[in-house]
């Protein structure tokens, strides 16, 4: 355990607040706020390295501690995560504006939460989402009009779409398609961070320059309810380590 990162853990429920402490004990020195309001005092004081936060809270909630400390010259660049009950749609497109690195879904997976934090807090690493590669069709409903395209790959926060009708960068589209092999069809809404079109390929976009040679878009997911994010979490986890194994030669 390094003793020297603070991990700031905020719930108004105490019962919660104990669980992420118990879990993240390993992983650095475990701070714990009862309240937005107190954690965003906390977090201006202690400087912490990771902050963890349930969505729902009374007064500041999760979304509105996120905005404040992303918008505090002091401490916006520390990482923030969010839980997220998913009852409520318009909890993961607040949860996305706010400016949230991560999302984890209720009820909390302690292998999910270890990998996001862990992650993180990985100065000396790429933080990316741990990401997947399929081959799914993907419909699009943009406004009025349907279109068609494949997932190429996969993350709990987004996704690839190769697709000849490249949208603007910020539309937001409705998406419906089913994870491979499983059967789970998953249906969201999400918004294009950007865009790569046959006429005019973007050589200086660093997101797209990870899909060398693709025509299609980036995307990140906005409405997607808890089942769903557990589901992806699932399937995402189960192909990476899968994968990581394979390469070593051992199974996992």
Not at 8 to 33: C, Q
Not at 214 to 237: C, K, N, Q, V, W
């Amino acid at each position: 355990m390094d003793r020297g990162r603070k991990i700031l853990v905020v719930d108004d429920a105490a019962l919660f607040r104990d669980l992420g402490a118990v879990f993240l004990a390993r992983s650095g020195r475990v701070l714990t706020a009862a309240s937005g309001d107190e954690a965003l005092r906390v977090a201006r004081r202690v400087r912490p390295d990771l902050v963890l936060s349930d969505f729902h809270m009374p007064g500041m909630d999760g979304a509105a501690l996120c905005e404040a400390i992303k918008s505090d010259p002091e401490i916006g660049h520390t990482p923030v995560i969010l839980v997220l009950a998913g009852s409520d749609p318009s909890e993961r497109p607040r949860a996305v504006r706010a400016g949230a690195d991560d999302l984890l879904a209720k009820p909390l997976s302690r292998i999910a939460l270890l990998e996001a934090v862990n992650r993180l807090l990985r100065q000396d690493a790429l933080c990316g989402l741990p990401r997947i590669e399929v081959r799914a069709p993907v419909a699009l409903d943009v406004g009025r009009e349907q279109q068609w395209g494949t997932v190429r790959n996969l993350s709990r926060g987004g996704l690839f779409v190769e697709s000849e009708c490249a949208l603007r960068q910020h539309t937001e589209v409705g998406i419906r398609f089913t994870l491979p092999d499983t059967g789970t069809e998953l249906e969201s809404t999400a918004e294009v961070v950007w865009s790569r079109a046959p006429s005019a390929p973007s050589s200086t976009d660093e997101a797209a320059s990870r899909e060398p040679g693709r025509i299609g878009m980036g995307m990140r997911f906005l409405e997607l309810d808890a089942p769903a994010m557990r589901s992806l979490d699932d399937y995402i986890f189960e192909r990476a380590v899968g994968r990581a194994w394979s390469h070593l030669g051992g199974t996992p």
